[in-house]
């Protein structure tokens, strides 16, 4: 599996598309073919009526550069169910979903930084949770293909059906 060893190196790596979960892979196709020739592309290259399977599980966040935070645009109803509540309208910080609140923004300031995609994954769940695995893709979105404006995520969890 590809591991990032430390999330400060430009990493554009792949690899990750042989291991991951078929939706994942799928998602990432799509993503890429909304580029068009740019490096990222813009929100409004997404039309939800043509990801309608994908929505349950994607979460929308904006980047406020003047105050270097992320807000919860959008999420999924997938995404509200495993956390328990609807975190839109709050920051990473208040409503992270993880261990550490600097591990989580560490993710969103990578792809905002280097431009690039994130994938992160866990094959160990916490002793209470039921989800056993879980991936996530993070992408970069910009309205002008030099500014990360907006973070797209992906998720898949399985689940552990004995719990």
């Known amino acids: 599996m ?6 400060t190196d430009k990493i ?3 690899s990750f598309l042989d291991v991951c979960h078929v939706n994942i892979r799928a998602f990432f196709d799509f993503y890429c ?4 020739g740019r490096s990222m592309p813009s929100r409004s290259d997404f039309d939800p009526l043509e990801m309608k399977e994908y ?12 105050t270097n935070d992320f807000i919860y645009r959008l999420v999924g109803t997938k995404e509200v169910e495993i956390r328990g ?5 709050k920051s990473i910080r208040e ?5 550490l609140a600097e591990e989580a923004e560490e993710n969103y300031r990578y792809v905002k930084e280097y431009k690039t995609f994130l994938y992160d994954h866990t094959n160990e769940a916490e002793k209470s949770s039921k989800i056993i695995h879980d991936e996530t893709l993070f992408l970069p ?8 404006n907006m973070i797209l995520l992906y998720s898949v969890q399985q ?3 004995n719990k």
């Open 12 to 14: 554009y790596d792949e």
């Open 141 to 148: 979105l910009s309205n002008n293909d030099t500014d990360v």
């Open 2 to 7: 590809m591991e990032l060893k430390h999330k």
């Open 85 to 89: 509540k609807d975190p839109t309208g």
């Open 55 to 66: 929505l349950p599980s994607i979460t929308l966040v904006d980047v406020k550069p003047e």
């Open 159 to 161: 689940y552990d059906q």
């Open 33 to 36: 073919a909304k580029k068009q």
């Open 95 to 99: 409503e992270f979903y993880g261990e």
